[in-house]
């Protein structure tokens, strides 16, 4: 089973708008780490935002927010007033505590941002 | 700056040759992983390693191999390489694992 879930492959928004990129992770480990990162068309991978399972309040970093719904398994990304150099890949992944520790990555979203 | 880089930025060989691919960092993180990158499937994790001497196993590790005798290099072999290993490798580092991940700018394989 896929361990992370990203069921949009492309998004679109219009300049200063906000948009939601979908997560939804499987795991039976209580404790997990969840992780947002964005992939410019240069390539590089640029971390974003980072919620833990046990952390009570959604995690904010700028414009950025993580939607983190543990019962639903969900943890969708919203980007408010999307600018034009938030056009890029989107990866959404996850870490359990138990067994190996390995970051598990989505297939990503790609959001394109209209002037 | 501590900083995590890679060599070559790209790469063009032949089936069959036995290639090597480096990752050194700076910021003296214990975890270090590779993965590759391919469309369709995000990125997955060929080998990863907790500190010196250790390496384990990712998830798409058959005709890969790492080793780890110092903590700032993770040097990436392909043994045979086949041409189902053209693809984007990344190297990636962190202090510990509830930390994010440290990407290295990647490296851009293609075996002909």
């Known amino acids: 089973a896929q361990k992370i879930t990203q069921t949009q492959p492309g998004m679109f928004v219009q300049e200063k708008e906000a948009v939601t990129l979908d997560c939804t992770y499987d795991t039976s480990d209580p404790s997990y780490g969840l992780f947002w990162y964005k992939q410019p068309s240069s390539g590089e991978m640029i971390f974003l935002i980072y919620?833990?399972?046990?952390?009570?309040q959604n995690a904010t970093e700028g414009r950025y927010s993580l939607n983190f719904q543990k019962a639903r398994k969900s943890a969708n990304l919203v980007i408010s007033a999307s600018q034009l150099g938030d056009s890029a890949m989107y990866f959404c992944a996850m870490r359990e505590r138990t067994g190996a520790n390995n970051l598990f990555f989505g297939t990503g979203t790609r959001l394109t941002v209209i002037p | 700056d501590a900083e995590i880089t890679q060599s070559p930025r790209h790469k063009i060989t032949e089936t069959g040759r036995q290639v090597t691919l480096a990752c050194h960092q700076t910021w003296n993180h214990n975890n270090m992983f590779w993965y590759r990158q391919d469309l369709g499937h995000g990125l997955r994790l060929i080998h990863y390693s907790y500190g010196v001497q250790d390496t384990n196993k990712g998830e798409v590790s058959d005709g890969y191999s790492v080793s780890r005798s110092n903590t700032e290099d993770l040097p990436l072999t392909l043994e045979s390489a086949a041409s189902s290993q053209t693809s984007v490798y990344f190297c990636a580092s962190s202090p510990d694992l509830n930390s994010p991940l440290h990407f290295g700018n990647g490296t851009r394989l293609t075996v002909t």
């Open positions: 919620q833990g399972s046990y952390d009570q």
